[in-house]
């Protein structure tokens, strides 16, 4: 079962009319994996395929899938069955003349949020997480009907999450701010006036800041493009995707400058080059253009482009100054778009070396990547650069963000030392 799973071959008791469905709501190229995916969960549970297949079964099938095939392919199974499902219904409406349910009108809205997130330029990472807390509130709601919803709903969702799930504050928020989008933006529902009411007060936690000498031991238990990335986000004071999606034309070595493009908030903003790292940067440019040189040879497609630039420019991105500085060592299907090209290096790949490297240094702290532009924000501070020129560093709209590194520094500017020193 399991090397079959995994299989490409198109099914043996092909969905033809399925198949015709797929063509009209997918990239047509995708079409026989889908129907694949629907084809090998019917034949495993021994079902009939005009039967409609339970959760514990489609999370069976999933979780059976999961031990052999990549991420990206349980994904794509997982969609592949809800569109199985909600084809199933279309035929049961058409035969019955009445819709047998409201899952039908679900998926309907989650494609019009995905599509609206889309429209507004979100990330990836930021549609995952807003759908994902959808088909939780949908869960809730009992599939009931999304025109029928009321503020009362969210209230009641959030409420479970809070003392049911146990859930963190800012977990809280962030299915608020995900429910809020489709109330405003998908159902066109006024909630202004119970929002405040049902957000979760947030605890400000102080960052954890690693000292000189420790980030020096982490760096010197990394090697390789890791090692590199590291310490860029170190001496930059970067987020880790704003590092991983960085391009060749946004390191500037004559002006001694990286430029971040559509960071946090879709903003662009300019932070200092370590002097150190122009070396190895270089370098590492140099062994990367036969990588670029090697997808032109092999006639890949161009690196994905932000915005409509794309569709102005087709070709701008096979053109090197746009090719990823920190490029994956093997094409890969884009989630988007479907076009086989090369993306930036995962970012678990970089956190994973990161931990193993805290580990082997010895450091007792919790501590992560970001935790590297906490540090640099606060070393910067204890050598007594101004906060509003750190504020700019970090991108940061809010001075009182930036503040927070101030109760972290290691010398207050009051200079009071403890009375047990004295």
Not at 242 to 261: N, P, S
Not at 400 to 406: A, F, G, L, P, S
């Amino acid at each position: 079962m399991k090397g079959e799973i995994c299989s490409l071959d198109y099914p043996s008791r092909s969905l033809v009319i399925f198949s015709l469905f797929l063509f009209s709501v997918l990239w047509g190229a995708h079409v026989p994996y889908y129907v694949k995916w629907v084809s090998d969960c019917y034949q495993y549970f021994n079902e009939s395929e005009t039967q409609p297949l339970t959760n514990e079964q489609r999370a069976q099938f999933l979780k059976r899938l999961a031990d052999k095939c990549e991420d990206w392919q349980v994904r794509q199974a997982e969609r592949a069955l809800r569109l199985y499902d909600f084809f199933l219904l279309q035929r049961m409406k058409d035969k019955a003349g009445e819709v047998p349910g409201e899952t039908a009108d679900w998926l309907v809205v989650e494609k019009r949020t995905r599509d609206a997130l889309r429209l507004r330029h979100r990330s990836l990472s930021t549609e995952k997480t807003y759908l994902g807390w959808i088909r939780q509130f949908q869960k809730f709601v009992n599939d009931r009907q999304p025109t029928a919803l009321e503020a009362k709903d969210l209230q009641s969702f959030l409420s479970h999450l809070a003392v049911e799930k146990k859930v963190s504050a800012s977990t809280q928020n962030q299915a608020l701010n995900a429910i809020i989008f489709l109330y405003r933006h998908i159902l066109e529902k006024d909630i202004e006036g119970q929002v405040d009411s049902v957000r979760a007060r947030q605890t400000r936690r102080l960052p954890v800041v690693l000292t000189p000498r420790e980030v020096n031991a982490i760096f010197n238990t990394m090697s390789g493009v890791n090692r590199l990335m590291a310490q860029l986000i170190y001496g930059c004071g970067l987020r880790i995707h704003e590092c991983l999606r960085m391009r060749i034309k946004d390191i500037d070595f004559e002006r001694g400058l990286v430029i971040v493009r559509a960071g946090k908030g879709d903003k662009d903003r300019r932070t200092m080059l370590p002097e150190t790292l122009e070396t190895e940067l270089s370098d590492h440019m140099n062994i990367i253009r036969d990588i670029h040189d090697a997808d032109r040879k092999n006639n890949a497609a161009g690196v994905q482009l932000p915005g409509a630039l794309e569709r102005k420019y087709p070709n701008a991105g096979k053109e090197w100054p746009w090719f990823w500085l920190f490029p994956a060592q093997t094409l890969s299907v884009d989630p988007i778009s479907h076009i086989m090209r090369r993306h930036h290096i995962h970012p678990s790949a970089l956190q994973k070396a990161f931990k193993l490297a805290v580990d082997k240094a010895g450091i007792a702290k919790h501590v992560s990547v970001h935790t590297l532009r906490h540090s640099f924000a606060t070393h910067l501070l204890e050598k007594g650069h101004d906060i509003r020129t750190i504020q700019e560093l970090l991108g940061h709209t809010n001075l009182q963000t930036t503040m927070i590194y101030t109760h972290v520094a290691k010398k207050n500017f009051l200079g009071v030392r403890s009375p047990l020193d004295g």
